[in-house]
C-alpha cells in the first residue's frame, strides 16, 4: 500500500463564483479563496506532517499550496496535475456548455472525443491517474502527501483509480478547498472525500 495522499481542489476563482468553466485558463483566487486556503493550512498544520507537496502548475493552485502548506519553494509542480481544457470553450458559463453545446452529453458518450483544441474525459483521466501513482510511488507507506490540483481533473482521477471508468467522474464533486484522502494499492482505496469542515465560516 503506497503512502496517504490528500487531495485538495485549488481555493475559490471568480469563474467558480459566476458558474463559468476555467480549465487551463490560469485564473487568480478569490478573497474567499485565498482565506479557504489559509483555513485549510492551519487544520493541517494542527493534525498531520507532510512529507511533500505537489500542485498543479497553474497559479489557483499554487498559490493554494502556499497558503496551505507553507514553503512553496519545495513545492513539486506536476504538469499533468493541471485542470481539463476545452479550449476554444473556456470561459462559457457551465449551463451554456450544458445546454447550447452539449458539452457533458458530448464528453460522457464518447470518452475519446474533446471540444476543439481541447481534452478529452479519457486523455484527462489517464495523465491525473498516472501522475498520481507515480506520486505514490516516491513516497513510503507512512507518510503523507498534500496533491493541490482541480476538480474535473481530480474527478477523473478517482473514476480511473476506483472504478476503471473515466465515465462515473460525475460521481465525484469537489468543492473548493475540500480534503480527499486515497491510497493507492491493493486495493486502491477511498478513505475520505470531499471533506470542507475546516474552511467554515468561508465554506
Known amino acids: ?97 450544458r445546454e447550447d453545446y452539449q458539452l457533458i452529453d458530448r464528453l460522457n458518450d464518447d470518452l475519446t472525443w474533446a471540444p476543439p483544441q481541447g481534452e478529452s474525459l479519457l486523455g484527462v483521466a489517464d495523465r491525473m491517474s498516472e501522475s498520481l501513482e507515480w506520486i505514490s510511488k516516491q513516497h513510503a507507506p507512512d507518510e503523507t502527501v498534500l496533491v493541490v490540483s482541480h476538480g474535473a481533473a481530480m474527478a477523473l482521477a478517482l473514476a480511473k483509480l476506483l472504478h476503471d471508468d473515466p465515465g462515473s467522474w460525475q460521481s465525484y464533486h469537489f468543492d473548493n478547498c475540500s480534503l480527499t484522502k486515497i491510497r493507492l494499492g491493493e486495493p486502491n482505496t477511498l478513505i475520505d472525500f470531499n471533506n470542507s469542515s475546516h474552511r467554515r465560516p468561508f465554506s
Open 1 to 97: 500500500m503506497g503512502p496517504t495522499l490528500l487531495l485538495l481542489r485549488h481555493g475559490q476563482i471568480r469563474a467558480n463564483r459566476e458558474g463559468r468553466w476555467h480549465g487551463s485558463t490560469d485564473s487568480p483566487l478569490t478573497l474567499r479563496g485565498r482565506w479557504q486556503a489559509w483555513l485549510t493550512g492551519r487544520f493541517l498544520a494542527g493534525r498531520c506532517e507532510l512529507a511533500k507537496t505537489y500542485t498543479s502548475p497553474l497559479q489557483r493552485c499554487r498559490h493554494t499550496a502556499a497558503l496551505a502548506a507553507g514553503e512553496p519553494e519545495q513545492h513539486t509542480v506536476v504538469s499533468k496535475l493541471a485542470e481539463m481544457s476545452i479550449g476554444d470553450w473556456e470561459g462559457i458559463t457551465f449551463d451554456t456548455l
